[in-house]
DNA sequence: ATACGGTTAAACTTAATGGTTAATCCTTAT
DNA sequence: ATAAGGATTAACCATTAAGTTTAACCGTAT
């Protein structure tokens, strides 16, 4: 493979990790293409000669954070454990997955709300189909023995995305009712208290439930 | 007192309101001073005549909207019945007014996580230290019996909070995963039905929890 | 050598968008 | 009736941000 003045395409990247800061950081609206640029060390010019436009830009930086948060929840509750060890297993990888990136949550959450036409070209790449039956399928009888029946899947399934994901959504809000949380490291230790406490919390709920 | 040709303000009513509706569907960066002025049915000269930045107008309605929110919540958690007839009466009426103002959990959030200085006119005003304190001291008996330490309440507070309102500002992200629920109707509906699942969640979690 | 892709700086275009101005309208007080 | 003053308007202004253009530079492949 022939090297070009430039190896690999490593300004596409530059530019690629810079726009995803900034859009994490300021949202669509909030972010300008000078930042972009600024941030990724190039001018706008050769920032339009990579992304054409900022929908174009962003499309691509959305679609990827967005995959790659969704791969890792699916690929948790796809391996081969029991239904209480996936809780357990979940809670510890996403929320440390979710500490390393606090802004996506509310990112995602806010573009998605903004023009859910975002969806459209991921959607089908996304195994969340597979997911949703392949859970209740591979644990029909732990979740038979709990008195969960397929319908209640989606209510649990978003229960306990909830429990990870919510935290971070709603930094600000405990913030303000929690001041002790403003500082980074307390919310840290709050977060890593929590993966006991949710999945303490989920599985009790669970098998104590009426039937 | 001696009315002007307006007898009440009514004017700045609508742009209030106008400017609330705005500002919840497209967020701060997303409205337009143009768009909340013809919401309002007058030009732009006026809305600035009574608002003189939208940084102040978006300050006014965002603490309104915050506030109004806020009160909500405590008001249900103040009453003077058991926890447990709390958290159901809790998940019925939240949930009832989230029905209500869907686009609202997203947008504070969003908005919050934007510029958390939003908080510092508001903070003194709300009565969280109450709620925190009292909630726990008068449910002491209650909450002992299900093992419940007041260092537990900030997960505890957080997690039925998180029950009710995290479904609305994931909303899109849940219409990818299940389609059915992309109609509004079926959406309300399985927002109804959680009022009850969360209870028995919530409840059932607590009374089996291991001391 | 030369052709070409990546890159820069800088000026430019164009379409909003927040905010202002000067005049007009309307109601009430005198 | 008329003056005063708040309410309201149409038109305007200044700035910002996305995207373009142009001319030049530089390293590598042919």
Redesign the pocket.
Known sequence: M?????PD????DRIFKAASEVFEEKGYDG???????DLA?????????????????FGAVFQVLLRKMFEKIVSIFMEDISFKEKLRKFFDQHIEILIKNQKLPIFLLNELSHNPELVQGIRETLPYEQLRNSLFQKHAKELKGYGIKKDDMPQLMLTVVSFSVFPFAARDMITMMIPELADNKKFIAFMRDRKEFAADFVITALKNRKK
């Open positions: 022939v090297k070009y003045q430039v395409n490593q300004t596409r972010a300008r293409m000078q930042e972009i640029a060390g190039i001018n706008k010019a050769l920032l339009h000669y990579y992304f054409s436009t900022k929908d174009q830009l």
